[in-house]
Every structure is written in C-alpha cells, then in structure tokens.
C-alpha cells in the first residue's frame, strides 16, 4: 500500500512507543512501573459522570451543532470570564474532540505550504507533527535549561521571517512544568504584536499549579493581546475527563467560524454527552479539581525531593502540570551509556521503570517522568531507580 507523503513522513510518538513497549513487557507477566502516563490517574468526579448519564437517558444522544452546543459555549465563556477575566462571546468558542484536536483544526486552518510555526523546546510531541501535517513548517527556538526550560522575546524575534505565521506558548508546560510570568508573557506579547504573529497560548494544565504559582493566560495581558491570541484549553487535564474528548479553542470569529466548518466535514461535533457533562463540570467550581491539585503537589513534592538525591539527575521544580523532567545525562554517563535513549531502554529493560526520553520532546538529555500515579507506585519505581544507579556505580 502506498501512502500518502505526509502520513508516512509521521514520526510516531516516542510517549506511546515507551508506553506500547512498557505494556508489552506488562503482558508477559513482567512487572513493569509505567511512568509515562500523561493522564491524571483519578477517576472523572462522579456528579459529571451522572450528568452524562441522565443525559442520555433525556435522549440527548443526537448530533449537535459543529462548534458545540450553545449552553456549552456560553459555560466556556463564563468560566473565561471568571478565570482570565476576559470577556468572549459564544460566536468565539469552538467545542472540539479535545484540545489535541482544537490544535490540529487550528493548523489546518492557518498555515499554507511552508508557512512557519514557532515551537520552543522541549514542546509536547504533537505540535510539530501537526503542524507538518498542515504543510507548515515548524521553527523550534531553545528553551535553555538555564533559563528554566522557557524562551526569551529575543530568541523569538531572531527566529522570526516573512513566513512565520504563529508560535506555540504551552504554559504551564509539558514536559517541564514551567510557568511563564506575566512579566515574560507580556514581552513575548509585545514582539507578536510587532511582527503580527498569532499566539497560539495552549493552557490545558491551566489548574495544576503548585507552591503559590500562578497561571496567566497571555489572552488577559490586553486587549490587542486577547485580538492576537487563540486560547487552547479543555477539561482533560483539570476535571480528570482525557477519555471524554472535550476542548476548545477561543479567539477570533473568522478564525473560530473556519475551524468549525473544518470540524464540520471531520467530525461533525464532539460527542454530544460529553459536552453536557462538561457543562456540569464547569459548574462544580474548583473543588473537585482543587482536590486533585493538592494530591499532585504532595506526590511533586516527595518524589522531587528523592529524585534530586539520586547521582546524576539534576532539576529545576516543576511549577506545573504532573511531570518532572530531570536532565539525566550524567546519570546516563555514570551508568556506562552513551545517550540518554540508551539509559532509558536500559531502564526498561533492566530496572522496570517506564520513563519517557527526553528526544522525544527534542531536549535529548533529559527524561520525563510523570507523577500522575500513586506514591507507593512513585516509591517503588524511584527504588528501582536509586537500586540500578547504585549497581553501576
Ligand atoms: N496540550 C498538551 C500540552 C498536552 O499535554 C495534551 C495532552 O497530553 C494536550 C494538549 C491534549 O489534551 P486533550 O486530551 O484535551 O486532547
């Protein structure tokens, strides 16, 4: 079967091949820590659960409009309101199959052939392979560790030419768990303004905060930043809903109205049960998703602190989200490795312990692991760890 350039051009992703490869070994009765996950291990909160349910027992179980439903708009715009303080109005939303796919939507609607996409480093796998996908071409600009995994107005304005058509701000970020300030996010504004670019602010770990830090979405610095942004958020992350399929994309109306008509002719519109129990998320407040919030920190907190004790890892304290990604080329040096990949194949292979390369996310010293299982879990897979480290040094 020949296929077409740009699927078989597709790098596959490096998060699923470790998690296949982790399973596969599982299947075999190995019993093997998989610390790869990028989804909160918390069960959705159940009053969302019985909304769903209730739902469809009404017969809401038909199509709705392509860009969501009205009643799930205007919850979003409330909620942009509360949160950001920016006022949207529901002609500026469009509902989509998870944030991954308001992303995917968004490229194909802005990017002709060769036009370019700003991605910092480390970014999260799919954004250059969607940005491929739309012909586009992906720019990547260095967030140095030094500077705490973020980029500066300066980097962003040398990397920008003719073509540049958007950058990718992902804040809190995966994988680093880096915050920008609103400081760094106002100056970063200014040089879009300047050159207009599009601000793609991707803010799906917008509730996990830890030890005081703030969320600030670039969208509320001003309004000719709000003109300038297309907000990407969802309740996957924040309301533990990954297999609901709900996100959304907030900006402005032509660009929503052509990324509907894109949904139109894909999926129609993201699943109608879905949408309603995600209005009710939204209408809980922050206390469910408080309670997860103040279960990842405590984890962050334990595991940073052994983590930073084991020879050869260094890192920076995440501020966000549920990963921790420590430069791990001394480790891998230390244990006879020549790259860190080798480490982590070897830690597979020889310690039981899934974590995911650092290549894979285009910083490939350092290793991600994610937080988003129980202590016990975490305990186990950081003495495995600590028991391979000892053993080769
Ligand atoms: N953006 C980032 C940075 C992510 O890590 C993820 C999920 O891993 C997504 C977007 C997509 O989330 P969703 O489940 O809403 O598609």
């Known amino acids: 079967m020949k296929l077409a350039k740009r699927v078989s051009s597709l790098t596959p992703s490096t998060t699923l091949a470790i998690t296949a490869k982790a399973k596969e070994m599982k299947d075999q009765g190995i019993d093997v820590i998989g610390l790869g996950a990028g989804e909160p291990d918390f069960n959705t909160p159940l009053p969302i659960i019985e909304e769903a349910y209730s739902a469809m027992l009404k017969g809401q ?3 709705t409009p392509a860009n969501g439903l009205l009643s799930l708009r205007k919850t979003i715009c409330d909620k942009l309101l509360k949160d950001q303080g920016i006022s949207y109005s529901p002609a500026e939303i469009v509902v989509t199959n998870g944030a991954k796919h308001a992303l995917y939507t968004l490229f194909q609607a802005i990017l002709d052939p060769e036009d370019e996409v700003i991605i910092p480093t480390p970014y999260w796998v799919s954004y250059p392979e969607q940005v491929s996908l739309a012909e586009g071409k992906p720019v990547f600009i260095e967030g140095y ?3 705490s995994f973020k980029v500066t107005p300066k ?3 040398e990397a920008i030419t003719q073509k540049t058509k958007a950058i990718i701000i992902n804040s809190p970020s995966n994988p680093t768990g880096m915050i920008y300030t609103s400081e760094e996010l106002f100056e970063i504004g200014k040089v879009c303004l300047k050159h207009d670019i599009l601000i793609v602010s991707d803010e799906i770990y917008e509730k996990l905060v830890y030890d005081g830090n703030k969320h600030v979405s670039i969208a509320e610095l001003s309004p000719q930043l ?3 942004t297309v907000i990407i958020n969802g309740v996957s992350k ?5 297999g609901w399929r709900i996100g959304y994309a907030a900006g402005n109306k032509e660009l929503i109205n052509a990324m509907t008509n894109l949904a139109s002719h894909s999926t129609s519109n993201p699943t109608t049960m879905a949408q309603i129990a995600t209005i009710k998320a939204y209408e809980l407040g922050d206390e469910p998703v408080d309670e997860m919030r103040v279960a990842f920190e405590e984890r962050l907190n334990k595991t940073y602190d052994r983590l930073i004790k084991i020879p050869g890892f260094t890192c920076e304290k995440p501020q966000g ?5 420590p430069n791990a080329k001394k480790a891998a040096e230390l244990a006879g490795f020549n790259t860190v990949d080798e480490f982590v194949k070897a830690l597979l292979e020889k310690a039981l312990v899934a974590v995911i390369p650092g290549s894979g996310f285009g910083s490939p010293d350092n290793i ?3 937080y988003a299982t129980s202590q016990e879990v975490l305990d186990k897979a950081l003495d495995r760890i600590e028991e391979f480290m000892n053993a080769k040094i």
């Open 226 to 228: 709000k003109d300038q």
């Open 61 to 63: 179980t038909k199509y």
């Open 321 to 325: 989200a549920f990963y921790l990604f």
């Open 155 to 157: 980097q962003i304005e």
């Open 368 to 370: 991600r692991l994610s």
């Open 238 to 242: 924040s309301h533990s809903m990954t």
């Open 145 to 147: 560790e030094h500077q």
